[in-house]
């Protein structure tokens, strides 16, 4: 479904500054498969997530979504395959808009254009049918502004409208790291009622390792551009926090170090 092939990039190449963000990254995920994703701060995971998306082009290297190459497509072309949820509550949505009218941007994403009214009382009674799934009431708050939900219930509708249209892939971008700890609980949650239900295939860069060992059915460790862990479904149910930390210091030769990570 996903397939990378010897991706590379480098940021200010020729000047001091010069970083090689990903370093000839081959990954491949077959349909359905959720793949978590860690590494210290600098490693290439959001690069890698900005590359699938089209925000980034790579220096080499090809990106195939369901067996199209779509390495030179820019990201509103390949929005149609793609779904994906930010770290920041306030970046998936429209804050002005209603909750009615974020969800028919995001039920129009893989559709032709046309001048019909963009909200139908059919289309209204489906929208309520998908907030339900949510569990927060928002299927009777369709026409409250966007920017007046909480940030947990921003996320939640976030992760609703990414995954809609039932997208090629999914990618998300640390997208419960902004939350407090029981509205980030809820969303995790959610993210593996959404990606079961829907089995949609998944990339999820998370900071949380516990997060990253509860969560899908692969997990990939990410260092200085390359992936130097790629631990399939079996293995990592046996996996642990500190044997995860073990493997770092392994093969990295030094102790895991991010001020960001959260370890339970």
Do not use: W
Request: with cysteine; aromatic share 4%.
């Amino acid at each position: 479904m996903l397939k990378l092939k010897d991706l590379y990039v480098v940021f200010n190449e020729g000047t001091v500054d010069e970083k090689v963000a990903l370093n000839y990254v081959n990954l491949h995920l077959k349909p359905g498969d959720f793949v978590t994703i860690i590494g210290s701060n600098g490693a290439g995971k959001s690069t890698l997530m900005n590359i699938i998306s089209g925000v980034l082009k790579p220096d080499y290297g090809t990106v195939e979504i369901d067996a199209v190459d779509v390495t030179h497509l820019p990201e509103y072309k390949r929005a149609p395959m793609i779904g994906r949820v930010f770290q920041d509550p306030m970046a998936g949505t429209a804050p002005s808009m209603t909750i009615e009218e974020n969800l028919a941007l995001a039920y129009a994403r893989d559709k032709r254009r046309t001048l019909r009214k963009g909200v139908t009382a059919k289309r209204r009674d489906e929208f309520r049918t998908y907030l339900e799934t949510l569990h927060l009431g928002l299927e009777n708050r369709l026409s409250a502004k966007v920017g007046l939900l909480s940030g947990g219930e921003r996320q939640a509708l976030s992760l609703l409208m990414a995954t809609f249209t039932k997208p090629k892939v999914l990618l998300l971008d640390e997208h419960t790291a902004a939350l407090d700890p029981a509205r980030a609980q809820r969303i995790t949650e959610l993210t593996e009622e959404i990606v079961t239900r829907q089995k949609l295939t998944t990339l999820m860069v998370t900071h949380n390792m516990q997060q990253a060992l509860d969560l899908g059915n692969r997990l990939i460790m990410m260092d200085k551009g390359s992936i130097i862990l790629d631990v399939p479904s079996e293995e990592k149910k046996n996996l642990t926090v500190e044997r995860l930390l073990a493997e770092f210091q392994r093969l990295c030769g030094e102790k895991f170090a991010s001020d960001r990570a959260i370890l339970a």
